[in-house]
Nanobody, 124 residues
Framework: QVQLVESGGGLVQAGGSLRLSCAAS????????MGWFRQAPGKEREFVAT???????DYADSVKGRFTISRDNAKNTVYLQMNRVKLEDTAVYYC??????????????????WGQGTQVTVSS
């Protein structure tokens, strides 16, 4: 079993920056693909970014060029650097782990483990 705990959420002004962290425990996730998803009120959970075990990355069009996903295998941690945030980035952000680490999955169904989420609120 893999446990994921997100942190780093909070209130940020539009145009500002925030870094989310996802700490994994229970197993080493270096061979896992790791992803970030988000869910705004009244909306479905949507893909944000993913990084494979080989550090290949993929992003949703809405965040491409503004967000960066990275991983530190020594710390068993994945990060999401959020720059130039917008009001529409407001959501609960979830970290997820996919044991098949070679491909960059965008589908929620590909991920076996999920964190509890961290709230990000962007103000004007």
């Amino acid at each position: 079993q893999v446990q994921l705990v997100e942190s780093g959420g909070g209130l940020v002004q539009a145009g500002g920056s925030l870094r989310l962290s996802c700490a994994a425990s229970g197993r080493t996730v270096s061979v896992y693909a790791m992803g970030w998803f988000r869910q705004a009120p009244g909306k479905e959970r949507e893909f944000v970014a993913t990084i494979t075990s080989g550090r290949n990355t993929d992003y949703a069009d809405s965040v491409k060029g503004r967000f960066t996903i990275s991983r530190d295998n020594a710390k068993n941690t994945v990060y999401l650097q959020m720059n130039r945030v917008k009001l529409e980035d407001t959501a609960v952000y979830y970290c997820a782990a996919d044991p098949d680490g070679w491909l960059p999955p965008r589908s929620r169904d590909e991920y076996d483990y999920w964190g509890q989420g961290t709230q990000v609120t962007v103000s004007s």
